[in-house]
């Protein structure tokens, strides 16, 4: 037992000094909102299958029977399937979207030049220009990853003149994602020259999760430590509820000034009739 434990008063034993279980914990709260806004943004882990599934399923196709045609039709018919299935449960689409759109240009790609590897073509140039944007962004003041992230977190741009303290932690995560996917590219583009399809395929299957999880995990870190996002919809309630309170103010005490100006109008009167 603690010397806090000995001095607390034995009837009340629940008022020591350790924290209460309903005790708020600001740093907990950061870190908690933090992961749902990156779980949002970033669309967690059915987010992933859904990026990694198509691809993977080209590959196999591929490897197993050198089809073009049955790997890319199958790639692009399980990406159809996955926006189904979020349409059939009223999910948000727009992860699966984005994922039906890279698998039909790299499809209509393959299909164009005849080359099974230029199925993976348009995602790794994607993937160049994104880290590029990041670098890109950041060096100019407003990185990419605030502009993604501020609307999840409800401070949409406030961060670049309110709160500098987490402008420089998006600065850090987006040079944290630029670095990581040009880092990719470095891996993958010269396999795109000199490897085979089925080698550039499991390579790239192999490397779309962890990099990804990397960028994550140092986004959280950077953010977590970083000030409190500025909640700009709760300022705008908050401003219109008080310009709606001072209208109504305004209001009432114009008409008990009209009121008391009409009473005194008419004391007089009535003395006068009195008189």
């Known amino acids: 037992m603690t010397s806090a434990d000995k001095s607390a008063p034995s009837h009340t034993p629940t008022a020591s000094p ?135 977190f409800k401070e949409n741009l406030s961060w670049r003149t309110r709160n500098p303290g987490r402008k420089k932690a998006y600065a850090k995560a987006s040079w944290a994602w630029g670095l990581i996917l040009l880092g990719k590219c470095a891996i993958l583009f010269p396999l795109y020259w000199w490897a085979d399809t089925t080698q550039l395929g499991w390579v790239l299957v192999t490397l779309k999760i962890p990099p990804f999880l990397l960028a994550v995990y140092l986004t959280w870190i950077f953010l977590a430590k970083a000030p409190a996002p500025i909640d700009v919809f709760a300022e705008m309630e908050a401003e219109e509820a008080r310009a709606a309170a001072e209208a109504n103010g305004a209001g009432s005490s114009g008409a008990g000034t009209h009121a008391g100006a009409g009473g005194t109008e008419h004391g007089p009167a009535r003395h006068r009739r009195t008189d």
């Open 18 to 152: 350790a924290a209460p279980s309903g005790s708020p914990d600001p740093e907990g709260e950061a870190r908690a909102v933090t992961e749902a806004a990156l779980f949002e943004a970033f669309g967690g882990l059915r987010g992933m299958i859904e990026t990694v599934l198509p691809g993977l399923l080209f590959v196999t196709i591929f490897t197993v029977n050198k089809d073009l045609h049955t790997s890319a039709i199958a790639a692009l018919a399980v990406s159809l399937v996955l926006v189904l299935v979020r349409l059939i449960r009223k999910d948000t689409v727009k992860h699966a979207f984005s994922g039906v759109f890279g698998v039909a240009f790299g499809v209509v790609f393959a299909m164009m030049t005849g080359n099974a590897k230029d199925f993976y073509l348009p995602g790794m140039l994607y993937t160049l220009g994104l880290g590029l944007a990041y670098i890109v962004t950041t060096l100019a003041g407003v990185p990419l990853i605030g502009l993604i992230l501020g609307p999840v």
